[in-house]
T-cell receptor, first 115, second 115 residues
Framework: AQTVTQSQPEMSVQEAETVTLSCTYDTSENNYYLFWYKQPPSRQMILVIRQEAYKQQNATENRFSVNFQKAAKSFSLKISDSQLGDTAMYFCAFHRVSRDDKIIFGKGTRLHILP | GAVVSQHPSWVICKSGTSVKIECRSLDFQATTMFWYRQFPKQSLMLMATSNEGSKATYEQGVEKDKFLINHASLTLSTLTVTSAHPEDSSFYIC???????????FGSGTRLTVV
């Protein structure tokens, strides 16, 4: 079974700083996707960034980038120039491309951006 | 982009009654939808995978007779909480996506309170 581990329950950084959220996963699959989702206080889940496992190049979306280490099964999220609006719960997620198409979420990291 | 609408956003019901939550894909067809439950400050727990035209697949430990799922069309899945009790109070979220692996879109969630 696939598992996703986020070892940082909570983090706080000053506005404009860079922060890295950690995520590791366990799978025997070779074809899968990894995601970072953001859940602000409104509780709406928002896709931040996605990574295909077969791609070596790390995904980037504006201030958000990932460090994908497939052999180490590591998938960290870096937020540059953090903004107050980045305050949210962040979930790392694993998606096995198969018949069931389930997404497995980590327990989340609560990120506070301090003014 | 893909839009998923979930209704109602909140509901209060009396113990012993049933509540239906709707999840609609507005601009795409979804053969598969997912239902999650989220407790305060916790991660999303997958309850079941809803398959259009067939029976839902429930995760281990989820009572299929209590949480009835119907996916009668390619754009609508419903979750009915039957004979609700206070312990069923929670935040329920659905998700779907036009293309597996592209990142699923989530509904805005339903806060259920059973009194």
């Amino acid at each position: 079974a696939q598992t996703v581990t986020q070892s940082q329950p909570e983090m706080s950084v000053q506005e404009a700083e860079t922060v890295t959220l950690s995520c590791t996963y366990d799978t025997s699959e070779n074809n899968y996707y990894l995601f970072w989702y953001k859940q602000p206080p409104s509780r709406q889940m928002i896709l931040v960034i996605r990574q295909e496992a077969y791609k070596q190049q790390n995904a980037t979306e504006n201030r958000f980038s990932v460090n994908f280490q497939k052999a180490a099964k590591s998938f960290s999220l870096k937020i540059s120039d953090s903004q107050l609006g980045d305050t949210a719960m962040y979930f790392c997620a694993f998606h096995r491309v198969s018949r069931d198409d389930k997404i497995i979420f980590g327990k989340g990291t609560r990120l506070h951006i301090l003014p | 982009g893909a839009v998923v609408s979930q209704h109602p956003s909140w509901v209060i019901c009396k113990s012993g009654t049933s509540v239906k939550i709707e999840c609609r894909s507005l601009d795409f067809q979804a053969t598969t939808m997912f239902w999650y439950r989220q407790f305060p400050k916790q991660s999303l727990m997958l309850m079941a995978t809803s398959n259009e035209g067939s029976k839902a697949t429930y995760e281990q430990g989820v009572e299929k007779d209590k949480f009835l799922i119907n996916h009668a069309s390619l754009t609508l899945s419903t979750l009915t909480v039957t004979s609700a009790h206070p312990e069923d109070s929670s935040f329920y979220i659905c998700s779907a996506g036009p293309v597996p692996g592209e990142g699923y879109t989530f509904g805005s969630g339903t806060r259920l309170t059973v009194v």
